[in-house]
């Protein structure tokens, strides 16, 4: 877990941390290229046109009330604690959509 780690001041800085997008479209999109233990902040891109879903591997974009993902729209995001990789998932109503991505 980055987030435990610190430069020793005591002050719980963070030492390292990554950043980068993703293209979403239409169909179902895994996160990629998280560590287990780290924490994941998701940003939907500002020039998004439609909404991007964020669920399991079945996330569906507001079209199934058991599989519907968590919605972002554009310029919105949200932060998840990733216990394990390959859990999380996209989706969007438009293709060519950007997540962005910061990890700690």
Do not use: C, M, W
């Not at 179902?28 to 939907?44: H, S, W």
């Not at 216990?83 to 991505?101: C, D, M, Y």
């Amino acid at each position: 877990d980055r987030f435990s780690q610190s430069d020793g001041d005591g002050d719980d800085a963070i030492t390292s941390f990554n950043t980068r997008s993703q293209t979403i479209g239409t169909g179902t999109v895994p996160l990629t290229g998280v560590v287990e233990g780290t924490k994941v902040q998701i940003k939907a891109g500002d020039a998004n046109s439609g909404t991007l879903y964020v669920g399991l591997t079945d996330v569906t974009a507001n079209t199934n009330p058991d599989t519907d993902g968590f919605p972002l729209a554009a310029g919105q995001g949200t932060y998840i604690p990733i216990v394990q990789t390959g859990i999380i998932h996209f989706r969007s109503t438009q293709a060519n959509e950007k997540v962005f991505i910061l990890e700690v």
